[in-house]
């Protein structure tokens, strides 16, 4: 079924009875060519463009709750392509340019907005990192300005311009950033998945690896032994507990990020704000909820919620910020467990055990990569080369020391 | 949180800083090797359940701290100075 | 007018206030929506999607229709519950979302386009063509969407926080929770009982019953009074326990002044982080109406709300005392309203209750084993349609109460994740295990929801706390309550055609619960977020646990098969500025000065933020127009003759111990242990992943005595590291550490005529070069006495010090060498002079040394000893760390005219300007007034070896590009002799 613009009014006029299930509910078969775990954003992106790019019908994706509920269902839906390094900046913008064309390639509108983002500069030096960084965009054929102060006022007058402890000196500016409906993106991968003949397969907790003679042999499920000749594991927040059932200790830890959503208002805030120095990130979502976030909570955690130090700490560089808000309301808060990789990027590579492979270590930033991250895993999958824009995201560049550590942070997870 | 400080009581999470995994206190020797260095430096177990991490009283008395936490609930079980630990695998 | 005889408003006294502009009349005690419903006034709003006329259904906190924006400009609050909006003298509110007048709202043509706005239709279109979606499908979008809107203003109130610690903490001071907080506070325990509400009593004030032969209410004062009496007892009115986190520390706001017109000198709210050794969630229980056909007019409202109108304030919620009224209900529950108003006098038409045995209480009217199928009435209920027997017939009606059963307030005992459970006596969800360690639900909250099982509840729920926290419990005798009838029979909702609301505020029907269902959006998460059921302010308290019964019904399953949903803070709304907690403006982070601060303000010095530091950024002086030519002045200055700057801000930390030398080896990547005392070396410190973190000066001072010194910025971790290090990785080491950055004010006295003026203070000790040569220090006394510190250190390149005193001198210090220092030209140098010297001389700062790069990076490798372990020593010979072939370079403009521009990436002349040619990028740059052009640091490919190259700073981000010439990063003196004369 396709849908459109037409189908819509055509059911509406004839009671909604034509619509059918946005997937199916498949038995899991004995055997798949490829299995993806996880369900979340990054497993169904996969799943996806395996059908639809590399010609892989045999695929199914094990979820052990239901679609979508990995972080794609808990984060705060910025989509960008501002990274300074060359390990990341063209797989980001490679990511944003499949992010411009979404819609169009999965049939569901995932709302996709680009409405820019303005990550603001308060300091001399910050301003050359950032300009080192809009340089590096640039380079890499994305889009990117930078703001002198003035630049930064027209734009976003209601900014706290007069009396701020951290007087605000300019932005870089990426136009073509924004957000998108993160749930929707979830979905309309799924449904395009399943469309192409992927088996989506809820409920189906994965609890063990089968391995023989170092080779991946398939899954053991709650739902019994799935065979595979290969096996991607996408399952962020989760990476370390999957990856153990194979012997694997990753270079990640888990980590509690919390966002926050404020009751509905009138269109109010029409872009991406980053305040670093406040640890206070905002932007307003289609349905007027001003969606908001900052720092990581620090501590290792798998309990998908947080701590009042961080919530306060939020709207502190909130308020600091934009002083208008000081009236709307939190609504909802939630964590997201967060892969927390070693260098602060990701990992997309094959693993020791052959015909396992890894898709893991986002950090707080998964859902940008969301589209990129799938094609990059199918074309590993598929093809047993890395995607060119990947190819940096290797298991060992640990130990090899080829660290891509955006922040300069080092190995300390809860720095990045 | 509350972290039960084994000198100065219950004290709030916010006095402290995280560093992460307690298993950073066995730095192996230098003529380990750079492979023992990776692991150590870069690998963890990252449990969800009983972790054994390492604290710091950075706005109280500097104490380092190693805490056992359960990461699925937050729960703690108990805290030791790093130091006695460090100590006792020493 | 519809305010009847009793409830507990102060009748005597009148407060106007405004709605939509129209004036009206309430008494103290009122909210807005029982004072509007005095006055007949049901219509209060417009729904979200459809626009469709609303009205308060509640009369609680649950509210999802009765939405206002509360005051005007600055202080304007939308989305405020018309239901919990405490009445004032002057109060202003206006309804929200809809265009022209509330009565006439342009926008509810919507409702005729209905059918297209099923769940989910937004996924399905707007797609083509693709330009059209930022340009014109989503502003429409984001403008119908959203509620209230804010004023644009910053919010012109204070705000507040603060931490509270007790034995117990009561949340909710109904039945249950007096009960308990009596029993406890008799015991002797510290106890916090904290309400939302602005009085205490809960249901008692709104349910009419009976305590002791009393009226409940009378009790509930008593209660309160007895408790306000206790000094081991604090009340908490107008204030939400909104989350439970970790280790029994509850996050409440205090609505503190939200009451007043103004806050006067008060804070607006306070937000308490209470930490508490046990808890006890009394929190009530929220009635659940059934979704039939039209169930959304004005007038259409849940029973139990009708009876907390009726006994709390007065008041009928009919539109006239005419208007019949009748209730539907699936339980006894809606029959005790209906006998209440009939005592009343209210005309009631009947009790609507599908139960075939349905009773009848006395005084109306019971329509057993039937339905209400639907409703008219344009801005207000007219009418309901009732089906009984397969007979369908109207019958006129002004007001419906509906009674769909009540849900246990469970939102606090689920914050951690613990899934609450179905239970099937009491057709409800009740906290489940996996709740907040030590909270005990009690009362309503835990299905006890009868006045007598509440209080016996929360005295039972007392003596598990008391017997917890081991203390003795008091004897507490309970009042006789009478048993309110119970029975009720599932009835989720009403079949048929036609629109039935689950979800008022979000616009979520009946229907759109089975278009997800044939969408096969069925487990329950999918079904919110495809409908966005449960998703509005309200987060779904009147409409989860109806919306699962609907989808339960729908697959065939069970109501537990189905699911539960998860409830996370907060249980209500909190505003961003009492999250806040008030530090806006300048006060969001503390400010650290430095010892010379107030000099250099009365020096008129320019001030920049380094980190949490305010540092003098140059000193202009009359007649200078531009900053450029006070740092240029200062730089010069400092190679002509002799400079002022403070460095406090660099991190000190003492280390002394028998074993501080080898401490030190470990700790730098250098060696230190072979320093000789009253000697200083520079010293470079990796992480342990093998890159460079920080680097500084190591002073010898005494055998077992070493001086450190951080930069700024590292100041705080490099005292965190050295500390685990100490205390972790060599506990066997004898050595100590203190930080001393606060201790000590440090100033560096930098140029050829530094020796001159020290001279003239240091209590004639010997400066000259043999006695005191470069990389020497000394404790000494200088000015008369005065204790101090000395270096001969420079990074200036300069023949320089820095000489430090206890930072309450720093300034008497700052001051003396001025003066003393005015015949050699002694000048105050900032941060910007400090840039453009260190520049000059290619000393790494902040730029360099930002955890991206390494020692060979920064030309420091050979500093790593290949003799010793350190930390990051290992590391640092990876494959990846050790081939890295860039090298920090001098860089100069080939045309001196031209601009270095720090960030510009670099390529090789010729190469195409991508990411795949980049060979590096510039750091730092600065004007030299040595060199008299722009000069600039930066890491380049194979730097070591280019030196006298070309390169290409590309900067297209600014549409600049410019030649450069690859040269020495010594631009000043670069054989060093300057600095050992």
């Given at each position: 079924m396709k849908f459109s613009g037409f189908k819509v009014v055509k059911e509406a006029l004839t009671g909604h009875r034509g619509w059918g299930p946005l997937w199916r509910d498949p038995e899991p078969q004995a055997a798949y060519d490829i299995i993806v775990v996880g369900g979340g954003g990054h497993g169904l992106a996969t799943a996806f463009y395996l059908a639809k790019e590399f010609g892989q019908a045999r695929v199914a994706v094990l979820e052990k709750g239901w679609l979508g509920s990995g972080n794609i269902g808990r984060n705060t839906t910025i989509i960008r392509s501002n990274y300074l390094l060359p390990g990341n900046e063209p797989f980001y913008e490679f990511s944003m340019k499949l992010w411009e064309n979404l819609e169009q390639e999965t049939n569901f509108n995932s709302m996709v907005s680009q409405r820019g983002i303005i990550n603001l500069i308060h300091t001399d030096a910050q301003r050359d990192a950032y300009r080192r960084r809009g340089n590096a965009m640039r380079l890499a054929g994305a889009d990117a300005e930078l703001l002198d102060r003035e630049g930064v006022r027209a734009r976003l007058p209601y900014l706290n311009f007069d009396n701020a402890r951290f007087p605000i000196k300019g932005g870089l500016m990426q136009a073509r950033a924004g957000t998108a409906r993160h749930d929707g993106v979830a979905w309309g991968y799924a449904r395009g998945a399943d469309q192409r003949g992927v088996d989506l397969i809820q409920n189906c907790e994965v609890t063990g690896l089968r391995i023989e003679n170092g080779a991946v042999q398939g899954v053991e499920t709650t739902r019994g032994f799935i065979g595979a000749k290969k096996v991607g594991v996408a399952v962020a927040g989760s990476s370390s507990r999957v990856m153990s059932m194979a012997g694997m200790r990753l270079p990640i830890e888990s980590h509690v990020l919390q966002a926050f959503v404020s009751e509905g208002l009138k269109p109010l805030i029409d872009t991406v704000i980053t305040f670093g120095a406040g640890h206070f990130y905002i932007s307003q979502s289609d349905k007027g909820g001003l969606v908001f976030g900052g720092d990581i909570d620090g501590y290792n955690s798998y309990a998908q919620r947080g701590n009042l130090p961080v919530i306060e700490d939020v709207a502190e560089g909130g308020m600091a910020l934009m002083p208008m808000i000081g009236r709307a309301r939190l609504l909802r808060a939630w964590g997201g467990v967060m892969d927390m990789s070693m260098d602060g990027s990701p990992i997309i590579d094959r693993t020791p055990v052959e015909g396992l492979y890894l898709n893991a270590g986002w950090c707080y930033g998964g859902f940008k990569a969301t589209p990129a991250s799938g094609y990059a895993f199918a074309h590993l999958l598929a093809t047993d080369r890395p995607h060119e824009t990947a190819a940096a995201y290797r298991l060992d560049r640990f130990a090899r020391g080829h660290l891509i550590d955006e922040k300069g942070a080092g190995a300390q997870p809860n720095l990045h | 949180m509350l972290i039960p400080h084994p000198l100065l009581g219950l004290r709030d999470a916010q006095e402290f800083t995280y560093l992460g995994d307690a298993a950073l206190i066995g730095r192996p020797a230098p003529e380990a090797g750079e492979a023992a260095f990776c692991d150590y430096v870069f690998l963890r177990d990252n449990p969800a359940g009983i972790h054994r991490e390492l604290w710091f009283h950075e706005q109280g008395d500097r104490s380092w701290l190693v805490v056992t936490r359960n990461t699925l609930t937050h729960e703690i079980l108990g805290a030791e100075l790093a130091t006695d630990v460090a100590r006792r695998s020493a | 007018m519809t305010r009847i005889d009793g409830g507990l408003t102060d009748r005597g006294t009148t407060l106007g206030f405004r709605f939509n502009g129209r004036a009206y009349a309430g008494h103290p005690g009122d909210t807005l929506a029982s004072a509007l419903l005095a006055n007949?006034?049901?219509?209060m709003g417009r729904g979200f999607k459809y626009h469709r006329p609303r009205g308060a259904i509640s009369a609680g906190s649950e509210e999802p229709n009765a939405l206002v924006t509360l005051r005007s400009g600055a202080r304007a609050e939308p989305n405020t519950r018309a239901t919990v909006a405490e009445l004032f003298d002057g109060l202003e509110a206006r309804s929200q979302n809809h265009a022209g007048p509330l009565e006439r709202d342009l926008l509810a043509v919507n409702d005729l386009l209905s059918p297209f706005f099923a769940a989910g239709f937004y996924y399905k279109t707007f797609?083509?063509?693709?330009?059209?979606?930022?340009?014109l499908y989503e502003p429409a979008i984001r403008k119908a969407a959203g509620l209230g809107a804010l004023s644009g203003l910053p919010d012109p109130d204070a705000y507040d926080r603060g931490y509270r610690h007790c034995d117990l903490l009561v949340i909710g001071g109904g039945a249950a929770g007096l009960a308990a907080a009596l029993a406890a506070g008799r015991a002797g325990a510290e106890v916090i009982l904290a309400d939302e509400d602005f009085r205490l009593g809960g249901r008692l004030l709104a349910e009419g019953g009976r305590i002791g032969g009393r009226p409940a209410a009378d009790w509930a004062a008593e209660a309160a009074a007895e408790l306000a009496a206790m000094p081991n007892v604090r009340l908490m009115t107008r204030t939400t326990v909104f989350g439970a986190y970790d280790h029994g520390i509850f996050g409440a706001v205090e609505r503190v002044a939200d009451h007043l017109a103004a806050p006067g000198g008060k804070v607006r709210q306070t937000l308490w982080r209470i930490t508490a050794k046990r808890s006890i969630l009394a929190a009530g229980a929220t009635e659940r109406h059934i979704p039939f056909r039209d169930n959304d007019r004005p007038g259409i409202m849940l029973s139990g709300a009708i009876r907390a109108y009726l006994n709390r304030w007065g008041v009928t919620g009919q539109r006239q005392a005419a208007d019949p009224v009748a209730i539907f209900a699936n339980g006894d529950d809606g029959h005790r309203t209906a006998a209440q108003l009939a005592a009343r006098g209210v005309p009631v038409l009947g009790v609507i209750d599908p139960r075939a045995d349905a009773p009848n209480l006395g005084g109306y009217e019971t329509f057993a084993g039937a339905m209400v199928t639907g409703t008219k009435g344009r801005l207000g209920l007219t009418a309901i349609e009732v089906m009984r027997n397969g007979r369908a017939e109207w019958l006129s009606c002004g007001l419906l109460g509906v009674s769909g059963g009540w849900n246990p307030n469970v939102h606090l005992a689920s914050h951690h994740r613990g899934r609450p459970v179905w239970d099937e006596d009491h057709l409800a969800f009740l906290p489940g295990e996996g709740g907040p360690a030590g909270l005990i639900p009690a009362g309503a909250a835990a299905g006890q929801g009868g006045t007598a099982e509440a209080l016996a509840d929360g005295l039972r729920a007392a003596g598990q706390a008391l017997g917890d926290l081991g203390i003795a419990p008091a004897p507490v005798e309970l009042p006789a309550a009478e048993a309110e009838p119970a029975r009720q029979e599932a009835f989720w909702h009403v079949p048929g055609k036609g629109r039935a609301w689950v979800d008022f505020q979000n616009d979520v029907t009946v229907k759109d619960i089975a278009l997800a269902h044939r969408e096969n959006m069925r487990p329950v998460e999918h079904l919110k977020r495809w409908t966005t059921l449960g998703m509005a302010t309200d987060q779904g308290k009147t409409a989860n646990v109806t919306a699962l019964a609907v989808m339960a019904e729908l697959t065939g399953k069970a109501i537990p098969e189905t699911g539960t949903t998860i409830f996370r803070p907060p249980y209500t709304g909190v505003s961003l500025s009492v999250l806040g907690g008030g530090d806006t403006g300048k006060a969001f982070r503390p400010t650290r000065l430095t010892p010379t601060h107030a000099w250099a303000e009365a020096q008129g010095a320019a001030f920049v933020e380094v980190g949490p530091w305010m540092r003098a950024q140059y000193f202009p002086r009359p007649g200078e127009t531009h900053w450029r030519e006070s740092v240029d002045r200062e730089a010069q200055a400092v190679r002509a003759a002799v400079g002022l700057c403070d460095v406090t801000t660099l991190g000190k930390i003492d280390v002394q111990g028998a074993d501080a030398g080898e401490f030190l080896n470990r700790v730098y990547a250098n060696m230190m242990g072979t320093l000789p005392v009253g000697k200083v070396r520079y010293g470079l410190m990796l992480r342990e992943d093998g890159h460079a973190y920080d680097d500084g000066t190591c002073a010898r001072l005494g055998e077992a005595h070493y001086v450190v010194t951080t930069t700024t910025a590292n100041a705080g971790t490099v005292f965190r590291n050295m500390e685990f290090a100490r205390q972790?990785?060599?506990?066997?080491?004898?050595v100590q550490l203190i930080s001393t950055t606060d201790a000590w004010a440090q100033i560096a006295v930098a140029g050829p005529k530094s020796r001159e003026l020290l001279s003239r203070i240091a209590d004639g000790f010997d400066l000259s070069n043999e006695a005191f040569p470069f990389m020497a220090c000394a404790a000494l006394t200088v000015c008369g006495g005065l204790r101090a510190r000395l270096f001969r250190i420079s990074f200036s390149g300069e023949l320089a010090y820095e000489i430090a005193v206890p930072a309450r001198y720093g300034q008497a210090l700052m001051e003396r060498l001025m003066a003393l220092g005015a015949d050699l030209g002694a000048t105050p140098y900032g941060t910007e002079a400090l840039g453009v010297l260190r520049i000059e001389k290619g000393h790494a700062a902040g730029a360099e040394l930002n955890g991206q790069t390494t020692a060979a990076m920064l030309g420091l490798g050979r500093m790593v000893s290949q003799k010793k372990d350190a930390i990051g020593a290992v590391m640092s010979r990876r494959e990846g760390v050790a081939q890295d072939t860039r090298r920090l370079v001098g860089l100069a403009p080939a045309d001196p005219a031209r601009k270095v521009v720090p960030g510009s990436h670099l390529f090789a002349p010729g190469a195409p300007e991508d990411t795949a040619h980049d060979q590096g990028w510039i750091t730092s740059a600065c004007f030299s007034p040595h060199a008299g052009h722009m000069i600039g640091l930066g890491f380049l490919e194979n730097g070591a070896s280019r030196l006298g190259e070309t390169v290409i700073a590309a900067n297209p981000l600014e549409g600049e590009r410019v030649e450069l010439r690859v040269v020495s990063a010594h631009f000043v003196d670069p054989e060093g002799g300057r600095l050992r004369d």
């Amino acid at each position: 079924m396709k849908f459109s613009g037409f189908k819509v009014v055509k059911e509406a006029l004839t009671g909604h009875r034509g619509w059918g299930p946005l997937w199916r509910d498949p038995e899991p078969q004995a055997a798949y060519d490829i299995i993806v775990v996880g369900g979340g954003g990054h497993g169904l992106a996969t799943a996806f463009y395996l059908a639809k790019e590399f010609g892989q019908a045999r695929v199914a994706v094990l979820e052990k709750g239901w679609l979508g509920s990995g972080n794609i269902g808990r984060n705060t839906t910025i989509i960008r392509s501002n990274y300074l390094l060359p390990g990341n900046e063209p797989f980001y913008e490679f990511s944003m340019k499949l992010w411009e064309n979404l819609e169009q390639e999965t049939n569901f509108n995932s709302m996709v907005s680009q409405r820019g983002i303005i990550n603001l500069i308060h300091t001399d030096a910050q301003r050359d990192a950032y300009r080192r960084r809009g340089n590096a965009m640039r380079l890499a054929g994305a889009d990117a300005e930078l703001l002198d102060r003035e630049g930064v006022r027209a734009r976003l007058p209601y900014l706290n311009f007069d009396n701020a402890r951290f007087p605000i000196k300019g932005g870089l500016m990426q136009a073509r950033a924004g957000t998108a409906r993160h749930d929707g993106v979830a979905w309309g991968y799924a449904r395009g998945a399943d469309q192409r003949g992927v088996d989506l397969i809820q409920n189906c907790e994965v609890t063990g690896l089968r391995i023989e003679n170092g080779a991946v042999q398939g899954v053991e499920t709650t739902r019994g032994f799935i065979g595979a000749k290969k096996v991607g594991v996408a399952v962020a927040g989760s990476s370390s507990r999957v990856m153990s059932m194979a012997g694997m200790r990753l270079p990640i830890e888990s980590h509690v990020l919390q966002a926050f959503v404020s009751e509905g208002l009138k269109p109010l805030i029409d872009t991406v704000i980053t305040f670093g120095a406040g640890h206070f990130y905002i932007s307003q979502s289609d349905k007027g909820g001003l969606v908001f976030g900052g720092d990581i909570d620090g501590y290792n955690s798998y309990a998908q919620r947080g701590n009042l130090p961080v919530i306060e700490d939020v709207a502190e560089g909130g308020m600091a910020l934009m002083p208008m808000i000081g009236r709307a309301r939190l609504l909802r808060a939630w964590g997201g467990v967060m892969d927390m990789s070693m260098d602060g990027s990701p990992i997309i590579d094959r693993t020791p055990v052959e015909g396992l492979y890894l898709n893991a270590g986002w950090c707080y930033g998964g859902f940008k990569a969301t589209p990129a991250s799938g094609y990059a895993f199918a074309h590993l999958l598929a093809t047993d080369r890395p995607h060119e824009t990947a190819a940096a995201y290797r298991l060992d560049r640990f130990a090899r020391g080829h660290l891509i550590d955006e922040k300069g942070a080092g190995a300390q997870p809860n720095l990045h | 949180m509350l972290i039960p400080h084994p000198l100065l009581g219950l004290r709030d999470a916010q006095e402290f800083t995280y560093l992460g995994d307690a298993a950073l206190i066995g730095r192996p020797a230098p003529e380990a090797g750079e492979a023992a260095f990776c692991d150590y430096v870069f690998l963890r177990d990252n449990p969800a359940g009983i972790h054994r991490e390492l604290w710091f009283h950075e706005q109280g008395d500097r104490s380092w701290l190693v805490v056992t936490r359960n990461t699925l609930t937050h729960e703690i079980l108990g805290a030791e100075l790093a130091t006695d630990v460090a100590r006792r695998s020493a | 007018m519809t305010r009847i005889d009793g409830g507990l408003t102060d009748r005597g006294t009148t407060l106007g206030f405004r709605f939509n502009g129209r004036a009206y009349a309430g008494h103290p005690g009122d909210t807005l929506a029982s004072a509007l419903l005095a006055n007949g006034v049901q219509l209060m709003g417009r729904g979200f999607k459809y626009h469709r006329p609303r009205g308060a259904i509640s009369a609680g906190s649950e509210e999802p229709n009765a939405l206002v924006t509360l005051r005007s400009g600055a202080r304007a609050e939308p989305n405020t519950r018309a239901t919990v909006a405490e009445l004032f003298d002057g109060l202003e509110a206006r309804s929200q979302n809809h265009a022209g007048p509330l009565e006439r709202d342009l926008l509810a043509v919507n409702d005729l386009l209905s059918p297209f706005f099923a769940a989910g239709f937004y996924y399905k279109t707007f797609m083509w063509p693709k330009a059209f979606w930022e340009k014109l499908y989503e502003p429409a979008i984001r403008k119908a969407a959203g509620l209230g809107a804010l004023s644009g203003l910053p919010d012109p109130d204070a705000y507040d926080r603060g931490y509270r610690h007790c034995d117990l903490l009561v949340i909710g001071g109904g039945a249950a929770g007096l009960a308990a907080a009596l029993a406890a506070g008799r015991a002797g325990a510290e106890v916090i009982l904290a309400d939302e509400d602005f009085r205490l009593g809960g249901r008692l004030l709104a349910e009419g019953g009976r305590i002791g032969g009393r009226p409940a209410a009378d009790w509930a004062a008593e209660a309160a009074a007895e408790l306000a009496a206790m000094p081991n007892v604090r009340l908490m009115t107008r204030t939400t326990v909104f989350g439970a986190y970790d280790h029994g520390i509850f996050g409440a706001v205090e609505r503190v002044a939200d009451h007043l017109a103004a806050p006067g000198g008060k804070v607006r709210q306070t937000l308490w982080r209470i930490t508490a050794k046990r808890s006890i969630l009394a929190a009530g229980a929220t009635e659940r109406h059934i979704p039939f056909r039209d169930n959304d007019r004005p007038g259409i409202m849940l029973s139990g709300a009708i009876r907390a109108y009726l006994n709390r304030w007065g008041v009928t919620g009919q539109r006239q005392a005419a208007d019949p009224v009748a209730i539907f209900a699936n339980g006894d529950d809606g029959h005790r309203t209906a006998a209440q108003l009939a005592a009343r006098g209210v005309p009631v038409l009947g009790v609507i209750d599908p139960r075939a045995d349905a009773p009848n209480l006395g005084g109306y009217e019971t329509f057993a084993g039937a339905m209400v199928t639907g409703t008219k009435g344009r801005l207000g209920l007219t009418a309901i349609e009732v089906m009984r027997n397969g007979r369908a017939e109207w019958l006129s009606c002004g007001l419906l109460g509906v009674s769909g059963g009540w849900n246990p307030n469970v939102h606090l005992a689920s914050h951690h994740r613990g899934r609450p459970v179905w239970d099937e006596d009491h057709l409800a969800f009740l906290p489940g295990e996996g709740g907040p360690a030590g909270l005990i639900p009690a009362g309503a909250a835990a299905g006890q929801g009868g006045t007598a099982e509440a209080l016996a509840d929360g005295l039972r729920a007392a003596g598990q706390a008391l017997g917890d926290l081991g203390i003795a419990p008091a004897p507490v005798e309970l009042p006789a309550a009478e048993a309110e009838p119970a029975r009720q029979e599932a009835f989720w909702h009403v079949p048929g055609k036609g629109r039935a609301w689950v979800d008022f505020q979000n616009d979520v029907t009946v229907k759109d619960i089975a278009l997800a269902h044939r969408e096969n959006m069925r487990p329950v998460e999918h079904l919110k977020r495809w409908t966005t059921l449960g998703m509005a302010t309200d987060q779904g308290k009147t409409a989860n646990v109806t919306a699962l019964a609907v989808m339960a019904e729908l697959t065939g399953k069970a109501i537990p098969e189905t699911g539960t949903t998860i409830f996370r803070p907060p249980y209500t709304g909190v505003s961003l500025s009492v999250l806040g907690g008030g530090d806006t403006g300048k006060a969001f982070r503390p400010t650290r000065l430095t010892p010379t601060h107030a000099w250099a303000e009365a020096q008129g010095a320019a001030f920049v933020e380094v980190g949490p530091w305010m540092r003098a950024q140059y000193f202009p002086r009359p007649g200078e127009t531009h900053w450029r030519e006070s740092v240029d002045r200062e730089a010069q200055a400092v190679r002509a003759a002799v400079g002022l700057c403070d460095v406090t801000t660099l991190g000190k930390i003492d280390v002394q111990g028998a074993d501080a030398g080898e401490f030190l080896n470990r700790v730098y990547a250098n060696m230190m242990g072979t320093l000789p005392v009253g000697k200083v070396r520079y010293g470079l410190m990796l992480r342990e992943d093998g890159h460079a973190y920080d680097d500084g000066t190591c002073a010898r001072l005494g055998e077992a005595h070493y001086v450190v010194t951080t930069t700024t910025a590292n100041a705080g971790t490099v005292f965190r590291n050295m500390e685990f290090a100490r205390q972790c990785l060599w506990p066997e080491l004898d050595v100590q550490l203190i930080s001393t950055t606060d201790a000590w004010a440090q100033i560096a006295v930098a140029g050829p005529k530094s020796r001159e003026l020290l001279s003239r203070i240091a209590d004639g000790f010997d400066l000259s070069n043999e006695a005191f040569p470069f990389m020497a220090c000394a404790a000494l006394t200088v000015c008369g006495g005065l204790r101090a510190r000395l270096f001969r250190i420079s990074f200036s390149g300069e023949l320089a010090y820095e000489i430090a005193v206890p930072a309450r001198y720093g300034q008497a210090l700052m001051e003396r060498l001025m003066a003393l220092g005015a015949d050699l030209g002694a000048t105050p140098y900032g941060t910007e002079a400090l840039g453009v010297l260190r520049i000059e001389k290619g000393h790494a700062a902040g730029a360099e040394l930002n955890g991206q790069t390494t020692a060979a990076m920064l030309g420091l490798g050979r500093m790593v000893s290949q003799k010793k372990d350190a930390i990051g020593a290992v590391m640092s010979r990876r494959e990846g760390v050790a081939q890295d072939t860039r090298r920090l370079v001098g860089l100069a403009p080939a045309d001196p005219a031209r601009k270095v521009v720090p960030g510009s990436h670099l390529f090789a002349p010729g190469a195409p300007e991508d990411t795949a040619h980049d060979q590096g990028w510039i750091t730092s740059a600065c004007f030299s007034p040595h060199a008299g052009h722009m000069i600039g640091l930066g890491f380049l490919e194979n730097g070591a070896s280019r030196l006298g190259e070309t390169v290409i700073a590309a900067n297209p981000l600014e549409g600049e590009r410019v030649e450069l010439r690859v040269v020495s990063a010594h631009f000043v003196d670069p054989e060093g002799g300057r600095l050992r004369d």
